[in-house]
């Protein structure tokens, strides 16, 4: 008998069967940040479980001391305390598990990746979303209640009992967008890119400075890509490291705001392979 429960629960909490359908979303993060997103799980998973537990207890004693007393109130948050508990507990040893299985992979240096995907494809971890979505439903219910009763002269403890469950769920949510927050790097929290720096005016300094002449110039650049205008016998040009060159007036107020060439793209600060004084090896 023990062991036929035993397996079950295995099977339970392995989904090695059915793993190829319907991958779950947070397979994702795991696989482009394995380390972070395993931290980021298990703070969930135990501060998930745990607060459920934690929440339950006080609930539990004050329903058995007071239910009676509670049926008195004109919105029945007699129940909504007492599903909601029973919810939380019912997801409580899904995380618990997931939180023992990561430590356990990590400790032995295994595959976190692989480890995630056999626990999010388990019937114990869809079922636990299944209980998480009716838990939301439920929440929203119980504000609501909450919001629409009146004191409750035989039950007053019942309006505060709802009132510090609805703050510790919407205390463990914030809770849950702050260890996200810190857990992975901006890029994977859809900021914008940073955006291009410009440069110091002592790096814009170091970058050459010629005077035009056509007749060595030859064939090459003629005008300005930031001006648009032809450059003039002896006007004064500034050569970036890819090569190009433009008005010293043009380019320096343009790298101020952005230090890289406007023709080609090209970072002046990344190091260039030597280019001949007037550009011509582009030609060639
Ligand atoms: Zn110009
Ligand atoms: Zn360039």
């Known amino acids: 008998m023990a062991r036929l429960v035993r397996e079950r629960l295995l099977s339970f909490f392995d ?5 190829a359908e319907n991958p779950d979303p947070l397979l994702d993060v795991v696989h482009q940040y394995p380390e972070e997103a395993a931290w980021f799980i298990k703070v969930v998973m ?3 479980s745990i607060s459920g537990v934690v929440i339950s207890i006080p609930c539990g004693l004050f329903l058995t001391m007071y239910w009676g007393p509670c049926g008195l109130c004109n919105r029945p948050l007699r129940y909504w305390i007492l599903v909601h508990c029973v919810l939380q507990l ?8 997931f939180f023992l299985r990561l430590c356990h992979i990590q400790r032995l240096n295994g595959n976190i990746q692989e ?10 971890w869809r079922t636990s979303k299944v209980v998480s979505i009716v838990t939301y439903g ?8 909450l919001l629409n009763s009146t004191y409750c002269k035989p039950c007053p403890g019942l309006y505060r009992l709802s009132l510090a469950v609805i703050f510790a769920a919407v205390a463990r949510l914030l809770m849950t967008l702050i260890v996200f927050y810190h857990s992975f790097p901006p890029r994977f929290q859809n900021q914008p890119p940073p955006k291009p720096r410009g440069a110091s005016q002592e790096l814009i300094d170091s970058m050459p400075l010629v005077v035009y002449s056509p007749e060595v110039r030859g064939d090459s650049e003629t005008s300005c890509a930031v001006c648009l205008s032809e450059f003039d016998r002896d006007a004064v040009l500034r050569r970036l490291p890819c090569g190009h060159s433009f008005h010293r007036g043009c380019i320096d107020k343009w790298l101020k705001r952005n230090k890289v060439c406007p023709l080609c793209l090209q970072d002046i600060e990344v190091p260039q392979s030597p280019k001949g ?8």
Do not use: M
Request: proline share 2%; net charge positive; with cysteine.
């Open 90 to 97: 019912l997801q409580a040893p899904v995380r618990l598990v």
């Open 277 to 284: 004084r007037w550009g011509k090896e582009k030609a060639n």
């Open 46 to 48: 135990f501060f998930g």
């Open 15 to 19: 989904g090695a069967e059915n793993a």
């Open 115 to 124: 480890c995630v995907r056999h626990l999010t494809h388990s019937a114990a």
């Open 138 to 145: 439920w929440f929203i219910l119980g504000v609501v209640w």
